[in-house]
């Protein structure tokens, strides 16, 4: 799959591209959107408007997800796809089936590529750092998953600065496989981490970039401009809604609206493209719970996002 309009970033320093916008899994295929037809029609349109990034975990409503949207992709060619996974949080009650030891992500691989239905997943994402296993142990782990040929590059996801340059770090000194890419947050309202710690340190190694939330879980889009829609996913979970939904927060958003009137798009296509246009930024993951939701977030390829147009948004909404 090539379309014109989509763009196609290298992830890193790697030789892999992946479209600037991804379509992922969270809270969405298998959780709120189980209708398969529904699922299909998005994925497909998402595939044939040029995303080739298509991200999952296998904590996504306990492997659901995986299934989900591993029945879908298998109708389209296989090298056109970038599929990616995650490992560490628990999928289970027992001991070890948690974390980024060696026998979790062994064992968990296997299940995620056969939910999925595929022999291979192009990413592999340790979900997040494993304070009791040490990184060699994990590192080994991905490598011989790497040499393996069930995943082709490993990455992090919400690591910090120094936990990633420590993984690089073990991986030179035992000549290992280098984690490519770190799928950190990032959004207006959450950025400060990124830019002050996650862009550089990335960009100095190597590593390509994938981020998620850039809505901010939907806050961004205006759709809490005036409260909680019934349904809306900020409803569903008491801690993103004490995260986002707060006076200062609604009244922030709200100054975008105008801006988003001159510009001739949405709120949403603002935010999703400033995010994309961000030093080191290789993708950004949307997320959407039907197809009308898709077509707005794919209408952020056409914003002309300025240096005076980010000034103006991140004056909006200050950091923090």
């Given at each position: 799959?090539?379309?014109?309009?989509?763009?196609?970033?290298?992830?890193?320093?790697?030789?892999?591209?992946?479209?600037?916008?991804?379509?992922?899994?969270?809270?969405?295929?298998?959780?709120?959107?189980?209708?398969?037809?529904?699922?299909?029609?998005?994925?497909?349109?998402?595939?044939?408007?040029?995303?080739?990034?298509?991200?999952?975990?296998?904590?996504?409503?306990?492997?659901?997800?995986?299934?989900?949207?591993?029945?879908?992709?298998?109708?389209?060619?296989?090298?056109?796809?970038?599929?990616?996974?995650?490992?560490?949080?628990?999928?289970s009650?027992?001991?070890?089936?948690?974390?980024?030891?060696?026998?979790?992500?062994?064992?968990?691989?296997?299940?995620?590529?056969?939910?999925?239905?595929?022999?291979?997943?192009?990413?592999?994402?340790?979900?997040?750092?494993?304070?009791?296993?040490?990184?060699?142990?994990?590192?080994?782990?991905?490598?011989?998953?790497?040499?393996q040929?069930?995943?082709?590059?490993?990455?992090?996801?919400?690591?910090?600065?120094?936990?990633?340059?420590?993984?690089?770090?073990?991986?030179?000194k035992?000549?290992?496989v280098?984690?490519?890419?770190?799928?950190p947050q990032?959004?207006?309202?959450?950025?400060?981490?990124?830019?002050?710690?996650?862009?550089?340190?990335?960009?100095?190694?190597?590593?390509?970039?994938?981020?998620?939330?850039?809505?901010?879980?939907?806050?961004?889009?205006?759709?809490?401009?005036?409260?909680?829609?019934?349904?809306?996913?900020?409803?569903?979970?008491?801690?993103?809604?004490?995260?986002?939904?707060?006076?200062?927060?609604?009244?922030a958003?709200?100054?975008?609206?105008?801006?988003?009137?001159?510009?001739?798009?949405?709120?949403?296509?603002?935010?999703?493209?400033?995010?994309?246009?961000?030093?080191?930024?290789?993708?950004?993951?949307?997320?959407?719970?039907?197809?009308?939701?898709?077509?707005?977030?794919?209408?952020?390829?056409?914003?002309?996002?300025?240096?005076?147009?980010?000034?103006?948004?991140?004056?909006?909404?200050?950091?923090?």
């Amino acid at each position: 799959m090539f379309n014109a309009a989509m763009q196609y970033r290298k992830m890193g320093a790697s030789g892999l591209r992946l479209s600037a916008l991804a379509l992922g899994g969270w809270t969405t295929y298998g959780a709120s959107v189980k209708d398969s037809d529904t699922v299909e029609r998005i994925i497909t349109a998402a595939f044939e408007a040029g995303v080739n990034f298509f991200d999952i975990s296998d904590v996504y409503e306990k492997g659901e997800a995986e299934k989900s949207m591993g029945k879908v992709l298998a109708k389209f060619p296989r090298h056109e796809l970038v599929i990616s996974t995650k490992v560490f949080w628990p999928m289970s009650d027992d001991v070890n089936d948690k974390g980024l030891s060696r026998k979790h992500i062994m064992e968990s691989i296997e299940k995620s590529l056969r939910r999925i239905g595929t022999p291979y997943v192009d990413l592999y994402f340790c979900h997040r750092p494993d304070p009791d296993t040490p990184i060699e142990e994990t590192a080994r782990a991905m490598d011989d998953l790497i040499h393996q040929g069930k995943v082709l590059y490993w990455g992090t996801s919400e690591w910090s600065a120094d936990q990633i340059r420590e993984a690089h770090a073990v991986c030179d000194k035992r000549n290992l496989v280098k984690p490519a890419v770190e799928q950190p947050q990032l959004s207006l309202i959450k950025r400060q981490k990124f830019l002050d710690e996650i862009s550089p340190a990335c960009r100095a190694l190597g590593a390509g970039v994938v981020t998620w939330s850039p809505l901010a879980s939907g806050m961004l889009s205006g759709k809490y401009d005036e409260g909680l829609p019934q349904g809306a996913r900020l409803t569903r979970s008491e801690n993103l809604r004490a995260s986002y939904v707060t006076e200062a927060s609604r009244a922030a958003v709200k100054k975008l609206k105008p801006i988003a009137d001159e510009m001739g798009c949405t709120r949403s296509q603002l935010a999703i493209a400033w995010a994309m246009a961000q030093s080191g930024v290789t993708c950004v993951i949307t997320g959407a719970t039907k197809f009308e939701q898709l077509k707005e977030n794919l209408g952020a390829l056409k914003v002309n996002m300025t240096d005076e147009l980010k000034r103006r948004l991140e004056a909006a909404i200050p950091a923090g």
